[in-house]
C-alpha cells in the first residue's frame, strides 16, 4: 500500500461559499470567531468576494476550511502519512502535523496577512501564473523587465507553470510582453500582494520576532516544505523557514516529487476548488488524485 498525502491550496483559492463544501462541520469556524473577535465564518459564507479576498482575510479562512475539510476526508476513511502546503497552506498542513496548535496558527496568518498587505501599501503589487512558457526564454524576460522595477519568478509549480510576483505596473507588463513575444499565457491572479517577492522582506524580521513567541512542536506526520521542496522534521529550522518563505519562491513542485519518493501514491487536496490537484496531474504520473471537494460532494 503507498502512503497518502493531503496537500492544502494557499491564496487564490478563496471563494464566497466555500464552507459548504467541507462536511457541514463548523467547529473550527466558531473557534476562528472566538479567537480572532472577527466575523470569519459570516465573511466566508457571506463575502464580499473583493473583502474575503483581502490578505488578511483570505489567510485565516482558508487555514479555517483546509483544516476542516481535512477532518471531514478523515471521516470518511482516508488519513494523511504526509502533509504539505502551498504558500499558506503550508500553515494549514504544520496544524494537521501537530507542528502548531490552531490557535497559534490562527493568529499568525492573520498577522502575517496584516504584514503583507502593509508591506505593499506604497508600492502595489501583483502576482500572475504564467503558463506554457520555456523556461530560458521566460526566464530572459523576466531579467530584461526587471531593470525597470521588481518582477520575480516567485512560484515553481509545474512543468510549465510557474507564477511572478513583483509591482502591480510590472506584471501588467510582464502579462502584455508574454502576450506579444508569444513566450507563454500570463494571468493576473486574485490574489492582494506580491507573495513571495523581495517585497515581503521588509516584514519578514518583524514576523520571526512573533514566531518567537508560539510552540513549534515535532511533525508527527511527514512535513514537506516550501522553501526546499524536502522533508524537515526540525522544529526551529521549520520556524527559519517559514520567515524565509515570505521573500523565497515556493518549490511545490519539487514538494511534489518529494513526496512520490516517499512512496506517496494517493494525493488528496483539501480546500476549496481543485487548483494543486491540476498541478499534481503535471508533475507525477501514476497516481491517485483526489479533492475533498468531490469526495464530500
Known amino acids: 500500500m503507498g502512503l497518502i498525502a493531503f496537500l492544502f491550496p494557499g491564496q487564490g483559492s478563496q471563494v464566497v461559499g466555500m464552507r ?10 466558531r473557534r476562528a470567531d472566538q479567537v480572532l473577535g472577527l466575523g470569519l465564518t459570516r465573511l466566508v459564507d457571506e463575502g464580499p468576494q473583493e473583502e474575503l479576498t483581502q490578505t488578511a482575510n483570505a489567510q485565516p479562512a482558508l487555514l479555517v476550511t483546509g483544516l476542516t475539510a481535512a477532518t471531514a476526508v478523515e471521516k470518511l476513511g482516508r488519513t494523511p502519512d504526509v502533509v504539505l502546503g ?24 492573520r498577522l502575517r496577512g496584516e504584514l503583507m498587505a502593509r508591506a505593499v501599501a ?5 502576482m500572475a501564473a504564467v503558463i506554457g512558457a520555456e523556461p530560458s526564454a521566460l526566464e530572459a524576460l523576466v531579467a530584461e523587465l526587471s531593470r525597470d522595477g521588481i518582477l520575480e519568478i516567485t512560484n515553481r509549480n509545474a512543468p510549465g507553470q510557474v ?6 505596473r510590472m506584471i501588467g507588463r510582464a502579462v502584455d510582453e508574454l502576450k506579444a513575444r508569444r513566450v507563454g499565457r500570463g494571468m493576473p491572479l486574485d490574489v492582494s ?7 515581503m522582506r521588509p516584514m519578514a524580521e518583524q514576523f520571526g520576532k512573533a514566531l518567537e513567541d508560539v510552540v513549534f512542536s515535532r511533525p508527527s506526520l511527514r512535513f514537506i516544505d516550501n522553501v526546499t521542496g524536502g522533508e524537515e522534521v526540525e522544529p526551529g529550522l521549520i520556524r527559519e523557514k517559514l520567515v524565509r518563505q515570505l521573500y523565497s519562491p515556493v518549490l511545490f513542485e519539487q514538494g511534489v516529487l518529494t513526496a512520490a519518493g516517499m512512496g506517496v501514491t494517493t494525493f488528496v487536496e483539501c480546500g476549496p476548488k481543485t487548483v494543486l490537484s491540476g498541478l499534481v ?15 464530500l460532494a
Open 193 to 199: 500582494a506580491p507573495f513571495h517577492s523581495s517585497m
Open 163 to 168: 507564477v511572478l510576483s513583483g509591482e502591480e
Open 281 to 295: 496531474k503535471r508533475i507525477v504520473k501514476d497516481v491517485e488524485i483526489l479533492s475533498s471537494e468531490a469526495l
Open 20 to 29: 459548504g463544501k467541507t462536511g457541514g462541520d463548523d467547529t473550527l469556524f
Open 86 to 109: 502551498h504558500s499558506l497552506g503550508e500553515y494549514t498542513a504544520l496544524v494537521q502535523a501537530g507542528v502548531l496548535e490552531f490557535e497559534d496558527a490562527l493568529r499568525l496568518v
Open 122 to 126: 506604497s508600492t502595489p503589487g501583483r
